[in-house]
């Protein structure tokens, strides 16, 4: 079957994978569920979900969770997925929060197939990771799980992910009156181990993490900061991709930790390239982050013994078809006339979303 397009053109280019719905970690505007749903996919269930999506044009495999390194069967994954290469599947890749990332674990996972990592850390002081990361025991907690991210990159490095070629990437949220202090300390840390940096704005993706306008630092905000120290280049953002890049104008291009990059789902959308398809850890396929809980399509009757690869991809075929969705352009487009709304997602009137441990990212 040849690749298909969605009701506004876009093709189907990446494929988020959750592979577990649990977390290690409890960062506070992301809060998992502490159980997993019932039905989690088998391995064999999840290799038909990833060929169909090749089938119709996944060119870009993104494993996570929850937190995926928590999930046992994870390296095997990776080592099951090689054979796709050859129908058209380009680049597996990781997003972790590193906590679990053992030097071990790293070498397993490069060895398996894994092409990139990219791990996240929103602060650079043991007080501000232990806020941000939900943890109990304070500044001490933080400064231990900061030591562990620190040396998951160095893992990642040494097992071969080379930052200068992308594969090795920090994430990090910035909320204000949170972590906003956080940025130029962050820059600093990415710059020192030539990483790229990417900034991602607070979204309103799950109902229990107390969004509300106010809270978001905007994509231009945090430009800003980071250029008043820094200047800064843009580079623009590549088709399909999140990301809107910048040089340090001290670094060239090529360096490694020489770019920025921001992600602004909130502020500046791209829905009108979205090429993602999210498949959760017990089969719902979505089409949009902000999608309602509930509201994918379960993919689980096309994943039975008796049923055949042709269907689960008509099935799938079929979702993105019809999808016409491009939910944050169109609550911008609403924003730019009426202003942001006053109400927070615990008001009445909120939009209820799926939670991102569950949906991944
Ligand atoms: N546990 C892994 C991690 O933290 O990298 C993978 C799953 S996590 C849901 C994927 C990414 O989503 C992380 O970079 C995380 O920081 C980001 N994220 C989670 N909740 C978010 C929110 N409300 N707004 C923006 N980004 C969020
Ligand atoms: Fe866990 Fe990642 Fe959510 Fe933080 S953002 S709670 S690390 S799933």
């Known amino acids: 079957m040849a690749s298909v397009n969605d009701q506004l053109d876009r093709p189907m280019g990446v494929l988020r994978l959750s592979l577990t719905a649990r977390c290690n970690l409890a960062c506070p505007y992301c809060l ?4 997993e749903p019932p039905g989690l996919l088998t391995l064999p269930q999840r290799l038909a979900v990833i060929e169909a ?126 972590n906003e202090d956080q940025l130029l300390p962050l820059a600093d840390l990415a710059r020192q181990r030539g990483i790229e940096l990417r900034l991602i704005e607070f979204m309103d993706v799950g109902n229990r993490n107390g969004w509300t306008p106010e809270v978001v ?41 020489g770019t920025l990059a921001v992600v602004a789902s909130i502020t500046a959308p791209f829905c009108g390239d979205c090429n993602r398809l999210r498949v959760t850890a017990d089969g719902l396929a979505y089409t949009c982050l902000f999608a309602a809980p509930g509201s994918g399509l379960d993919l689980r009757p096309w994943l039975t013994p008796e049923a055949g690869q042709a269907d689960l991809r008509e099935a799938l075929a079929g979702l993105w078809r019809q999808r ?38």
């Not at 998992?32 to 159980?35: L, Q, T």
């Not at 929060?97 to 990592?117: P, W």
């Not at 280049?233 to 360096?255: F, I």
């Not at 942001?340 to 209820?352: H, I, K, L, W």
Request: charged share 25%.
């Open 32 to 35: 998992p569920d502490g159980v």
């Open 53 to 178: 999506a090749v089938a119709l044009g996944v060119t870009s495999l993104r494993l996570t969770g929850g937190e995926p390194l928590l999930h046992s069967g994870l390296e095997d994954l990776v080592a099951a997925v090689q054979p796709l290469r050859r129908q058209g599947l380009r680049e597996i890749a990781l997003t972790s929060n590193g906590a679990l990332l053992s030097g071990e674990r790293a070498r397993t996972l490069r060895q398996a197939g894994l092409d990139r990592i990219t791990l996240s850390l929103d602060g650079a002081s043991g007080e501000a990771v232990a806020a941000m990361a939900g943890l109990s025991g304070g500044e001490p907690a933080g400064e231990a799980l900061l030591a562990k991210v620190l040396a998951a990159i160095e893992h990642a490095r040494a097992a071969g992910f080379a930052p200068e070629r992308g594969e090795l990437k920090l994430n990090a949220v910035i909320q204000r009156g949170r």
């Open 217 to 257: 630092v905007s994509a231009a905000e945090m430009v800003a900061v980071i250029a008043e120290r820094w200047p800064l280049l843009p580079l623009g953002r590549g088709a399909g991709s999140t990301a809107r890049r910048w040089r340090y104008c001290d670094r060239d291009t090529a360096d490694s930790g």
């Open 324 to 361: 016409s969705d491009r939910w944050s352009e169109e609550r911008l487009e609403v924003w730019n006339t009426a202003g942001p709304p006053a109400n927070g997602p615990a008001s009445a009137e909120a939009p209820r979303h799926a939670e991102m441990a569950y949906l991944g990212g």
